[in-house]
């Protein structure tokens, strides 16, 4: 399988399954697409016929070029078959260790954002901040249950976590403590939406936490729109320089400016670019999953907006690189040299299997985003996962689990896409999101044209 776009000025091949990318000129562009469904010589009169204005395409230059792509092909870098099906097969019977928990050591909020999936932090349920002793009991759990997993992550999410950070720090105490007799090393990210950030905060979590997650939407309107305050009031002017403290106080320690787009800004670029020019490095940007109805829902309508603008973003990207102010976007991070192993291509994140959440109770569940949905409530931290028929049906949940990914260029990108995106959506998490793929097949190719054009620029 392959796919061909055109971006950005260049040509670009993909193959899918072995993974090789290609930047080739207009006569080998157009003969890849013929390839497999044209004779040879059907494909010399076609390309003889299309570029009859230009004569020093001639018919020796497209047989040198037929050649050059069967060479390509019995390489296995054009038209590679497909070796991941075969190991789909196996993921029900193998035992996967659990590598990480999100700890929701607050369902309650400061913020009341109104596109909030948890319900202004509650989850459809009651507020509650986790105690020490569930999550030291959840920590045990993780240990207990990662198997030769070295390095297990923890990440410290809500509601809002800084309403309950001493916890948060009597927990990462703890988990450290541990760290030498059981052989494990412990990553800690905190997810927060800035009010409760202070000295302490940038402090303990600057020395502990391997990553942190600051959520900012961009421009202060936008921004303040849906993410005010309880008492009714815009968070940016609060937030913002807190944030910008933090990160540069980070230094080069990982964290993420995380923003939310809606139909509000559709042009969500600005707001990108708005983060950049306050001095943020490393952005992502989420499209919002929410009920149609919602005034802010995005629409089909929007999509050929959001596709230039992912465009737009991955070219301003290369110039300001180039000038020396780059930052990075999450969903453009690609490696096409290493990438990951044929596992996670195939599967993905891992909810339900080896990533867990655990609500305050101490209840698990297969990832944040069904907390609060009885149905899909795993076992607790004590008895463990109880519900082994759920668990089986994620470990079934992958790229090849979907039928309407047979024929997707994007699947070993995506590996089947979102389980809760795909249940919110189509009631199954073997459904498919079409909105969200259809978004991320486009920034799969801005990316990858990104990696091209840098490529090309070495050269």
Same mark, same amino acid.
């Given at each position: 399988?392959?796919?061909?776009?055109?971006?950005?000025?260049?040509?670009?091949?993909?193959?899918?399954?072995?993974?090789?990318?290609?930047?080739?000129?207009?006569?080998?562009?157009?003969?890849?697409?013929?390839?497999?469904?044209?004779?040879? #010589?059907?494909?010399?009169?076609?390309?003889?016929?299309?570029?009859?204005?230009?004569?020093?395409?001639?018919?020796?230059?497209?047989?040198?070029?037929?050649?050059?792509?069967?060479?390509?092909?019995?390489?296995?870098?054009?038209?590679?078959?497909? +070796?991941?099906?075969?190991?789909?097969?196996?993921?029900?019977?193998?035992?996967?260790?659990?590598?990480?928990?999100?700890?929701?050591?607050?369902?309650?909020?400061?913020?009341?954002? #109104?596109?909030?999936?948890?319900?202004?932090? %509650?989850?459809?349920?009651?507020?509650?901040?986790?105690?020490?002793?569930?999550?030291?009991?959840?920590?045990?759990?993780?240990? *207990?249950?990662?198997?030769?997993?070295?390095?297990?992550?923890?990440?410290?999410?809500? +509601? *809002?976590?800084?309403?309950?950070?001493?916890?948060?720090?009597?927990?990462?105490?703890?988990?450290?403590?541990?760290? #030498?007799?059981?052989?494990?090393?412990?990553?800690?990210?905190?997810?927060?939406?800035?009010?409760?950030?202070?000295?302490?905060?940038?402090?303990?979590?600057?020395?502990?936490?391997?990553?942190?997650?600051?959520?900012?939407?961009?421009?202060?309107?936008?921004?303040?729109?849906?993410?005010?305050?309880?008492?009714?009031?815009?968070?940016?002017?609060?937030?913002?320089?807190?944030?910008?403290?933090?990160?540069?106080?980070?230094?080069?320690?990982?964290?993420?400016?995380?923003?939310?787009?809606?139909?509000?800004?559709?042009?969500?670029?600005?707001?990108?670019?708005?983060?950049?020019?306050?001095?943020?490095?490393?952005?992502?940007?989420?499209?919002?999953?929410?009920?149609?109805?919602?005034?802010?829902?995005?629409?089909?309508?929007?999509?050929?907006?959001?596709?230039?603008?992912?465009?737009?973003?991955?070219?301003?990207?290369?110039?300001?690189?180039?000038?020396?102010?780059?930052?990075?976007?999450?969903?453009?991070?690609?490696?096409?040299?290493?990438?990951?192993?044929?596992?996670?291509?195939?599967?993905?994140?891992?909810?339900?299997?080896?990533?867990?959440?655990?609500?305050?109770?101490?209840?698990?569940?297969?990832?944040?985003?069904?907390? +609060?949905? *009885?149905?899909?409530?795993?076992?607790?931290?004590?008895?463990?996962?109880?519900?082994?028929?759920?668990?089986?049906?994620?470990?079934?949940?992958?790229?090849?689990?979907?039928?309407?990914?047979?024929?997707?260029?994007?699947?070993?990108?995506?590996?089947?896409?979102?389980?809760?995106?795909?249940?919110?959506?189509?009631?199954?998490?073997?459904?498919?999101?079409?909105?969200?793929?259809?978004?991320?097949?486009?920034?799969?190719?801005?990316?990858?044209?990104? %990696?091209?054009?840098?490529?090309?620029?070495?050269?």
């Amino acid at each position: 399988m392959i796919h061909q776009y055109k971006l950005n000025d260049l040509n670009i091949v993909l193959d899918v399954f072995s993974g090789a990318v290609h930047s080739v000129d207009e006569l080998a562009y157009d003969i890849i697409g013929l390839f497999e469904a044209c004779s040879k #010589e059907e494909i010399v009169r076609q390309m003889l016929e299309k570029y009859a204005d230009k004569p020093e395409i001639t018919r020796e230059e497209i047989l040198e070029c037929i050649a050059d792509v069967e060479e390509l092909k019995d390489e296995g870098q054009l038209f590679a078959e497909d +070796g991941f099906a075969d190991h789909a097969c196996d993921f029900k019977n193998n035992s996967r260790a659990i590598k990480a928990l999100c700890l929701h050591v607050a369902h309650t909020c400061n913020l009341s954002c #109104e596109y909030c999936f948890a319900s202004q932090g %509650k989850y459809h349920g009651e507020r509650a901040l986790m105690s020490f002793e569930v999550g030291k009991r959840a920590l045990d759990f993780l240990i *207990e249950n990662s198997g030769s997993q070295k390095n297990l992550e923890v990440d410290f999410f809500g +509601g *809002e976590p800084l309403m309950n950070w001493e916890v948060c720090k009597r927990l990462v105490g703890y988990a450290r403590s541990r760290e #030498e007799e059981t052989g494990k090393k412990f990553r800690f990210t905190l997810t927060t939406n800035g009010i409760l950030v202070d000295d302490d905060v940038i402090e303990f979590a600057n020395r502990e936490m391997h990553n942190i997650v600051l959520s900012l939407d961009g421009r202060e309107e936008i921004h303040d729109r849906l993410r005010k305050t309880t008492n009714g009031k815009g968070s940016y002017e609060i937030i913002v320089p807190k944030f910008q403290k933090f990160a540069k106080m980070r230094g080069e320690r990982e964290y993420y400016m995380r923003g939310t787009f809606t139909h509000n800004n559709v042009d969500f670029t600005e707001d990108i670019f708005h983060m950049a020019d306050l001095g943020f490095t490393a952005l992502s940007m989420e499209p919002v999953v929410c009920a149609p109805q919602d005034p802010y829902a995005l629409t089909e309508a929007d999509l050929p907006i959001l596709f230039e603008q992912y465009e737009i973003l991955a070219k301003e990207m290369l110039k300001r690189k180039k000038e020396g102010r780059g930052f990075t976007f999450y969903h453009f991070m690609i490696d096409l040299e290493g990438g990951p192993c044929i596992y996670k291509r195939i599967s993905g994140c891992g909810s339900g299997t080896e990533y867990l959440a655990v609500t305050p109770w101490g209840e698990l569940f297969p990832c944040h985003q069904f907390v +609060g949905d *009885e149905k899909y409530s795993m076992g607790n931290v004590w008895d463990g996962v109880t519900n082994t028929e759920l668990r089986d049906s994620f470990k079934c949940c992958n790229a090849y689990s979907r039928p309407s990914c047979e024929s997707c260029w994007a699947k070993l990108y995506c590996s089947g896409g979102c389980a809760a995106n795909a249940y919110h959506a189509t009631g199954s998490i073997t459904g498919t999101y079409e909105y969200g793929c259809e978004l991320f097949k486009k920034r799969m190719e801005c990316a990858i044209m990104m %990696k091209v054009a840098e490529s090309e620029e070495k050269e």
